[in-house]
């Protein structure tokens, strides 16, 4: 059973995608085996775990953990926990082809590696995001906004039949992480890290009216800028690659400008997009 010792240090908390932690595995020519074993045949390396977060669990749709070679689980445990406390015959496993010190070291370097790069990804986003369409060509992209996006009646806060109801505002502090100095002239708002980053600065932010994009299930991978995402739900029949040939600009800018502003007409002063970014308005 699980010993009620303090949960070490030094165990990985893996929230990389699992094609990503494979295909690190196989560039560095480590083992490892997918497989369906009983949870009472693994040591649990932590003995703490939260009801509250197993009770959330569905057994039904559980995830793979990681687990060592000699058995023991270095990630995963309030899976495990569910899957023990519902008497589950099987579980699905990861078991990474070493011993638990050296799982755990690769694993916890595979995170890390994960994470600079997500930190990178987001920099890129804001630096980008920062910029906004020349003064020759603003004129002619509000216009196209006020006339085509953001008075059209059929946008609706929609996704996966998930409805935004805008009851009370959402005032909220959080605290955010930005590299340069706050610019009061980007149309597009200032963007935040939400995550510390070294070499950026910490600002303490209230917010009157937060959008939290977790509200309607919104997930965000490195591959796109967060406000792509939310501009497909905003915006479902508009081709923002066609309106960037059109004014001759840059389709992220134009986008990052065109969510700051529908925002900013429904009352919101700022977006927050899962655990990657803030946009200030």
Same mark, same amino acid.
Request: net charge negative; proline share 5%; hydrophobic share 35%.
């Given at each position: 059973?699980?010993?009620?010792?303090?949960?070490?240090?030094?165990?990985?908390?893996?929230?990389?995608?699992?094609?990503?932690?494979?295909?690190?595995?196989?560039?560095?020519?480590?083992?490892?085996?997918?497989?369906?074993?009983?949870?009472?045949?693994?040591?649990?390396?932590?003995?703490?775990?939260?009801?509250?977060?197993?009770?959330?669990?569905?057994?039904?749709?559980?995830?793979?953990?990681?687990?060592?070679?000699?058995?023991?689980?270095?990630?995963?445990?309030?899976?495990?926990?569910?899957?023990?406390?519902? #008497?589950? !015959?099987?579980? $699905?496993?990861?078991?990474?082809?070493? %011993?638990?010190? *050296?799982?755990?070291?690769?694993?916890? &370097?595979?995170?890390?590696?994960?994470?600079?790069?997500?930190?990178?990804?987001?920099?890129?986003?804001?630096?980008?995001?920062?910029?906004?369409?020349?003064?020759?060509?603003?004129?002619?992209?509000?216009?196209?906004?006020?006339?085509?996006?953001?008075?059209?009646?059929?946008?609706?806060?929609?996704?996966?039949?998930?409805?935004?109801?805008?009851?009370?505002?959402?005032?909220?502090?959080?605290?955010?992480?930005?590299?340069?100095?706050?610019?009061?002239?980007?149309?597009?708002?200032?963007?935040?890290?939400?995550?510390?980053?070294?070499?950026?600065?910490?600002?303490?932010?209230?917010?009157?009216?937060?959008?939290?994009?977790?509200?309607?299930?919104?997930?965000?991978?490195?591959? #796109?800028? !967060?406000?792509? $995402?939310?501009?497909?739900?905003?915006? %479902?029949?508009? *081709?923002?690659?066609?309106?960037?040939? &059109?004014?001759?600009?840059?389709?992220?800018?134009?986008?990052?400008?065109?969510?700051?502003?529908?925002?900013?007409?429904?009352?919101?002063?700022?977006?927050?997009?899962?655990?990657?970014?803030?946009?200030?308005?």
């Amino acid at each position: 059973m699980v010993t009620l010792q303090m949960k070490p240090k030094y165990l990985p908390q893996v929230n990389a995608p699992y094609k990503h932690v494979l295909k690190a595995l196989e560039e560095d020519g480590i083992k490892y085996l997918i497989q369906d074993v009983n949870p009472k045949s693994l040591k649990p390396s932590q003995g703490i775990v939260s009801l509250d977060k197993i009770s959330e669990i569905d057994e039904n749709n559980m995830k793979p953990y990681w687990v060592s070679d000699d058995n023991t689980v270095l990630d995963g445990h309030h899976r495990h926990g569910k899957a023990l406390s519902h #008497e589950m !015959p099987k579980v $699905k496993i990861i078991k990474i082809k070493l %011993p638990t010190k *050296d799982a755990i070291r690769v694993l916890n &370097k595979i995170q890390d590696i994960f994470e600079y790069n997500t930190s990178k990804e987001t920099l890129q986003t804001e630096v980008v995001a920062q910029d906004v369409l020349n003064s020759e060509k603003d004129s002619d992209f509000m216009g196209f906004l006020e006339s085509q996006l953001l008075d059209d009646p059929t946008q609706e806060i929609l996704h996966s039949g998930v409805e935004i109801v805008d009851t009370k505002k959402n005032k909220k502090k959080v605290s955010a992480y930005r590299k340069n100095d706050l610019s009061e002239e980007s149309e597009a708002g200032n963007f935040f890290a939400v995550k510390p980053i070294d070499g950026y600065m910490k600002y303490d932010i209230e917010f009157e009216n937060l959008l939290d994009t977790n509200d309607f299930g919104l997930t965000f991978n490195n591959e #796109e800028p !967060p406000t792509k $995402k939310l501009a497909a739900v905003w915006f %479902p029949n508009m *081709d923002f690659t066609a309106l960037a040939q &059109k004014l001759g600009g840059d389709e992220t800018k134009i986008i990052n400008r065109a969510v700051s502003e529908k925002a900013r007409k429904m009352g919101f002063d700022g977006i927050k997009y899962g655990d990657i970014i803030i946009q200030g308005l």
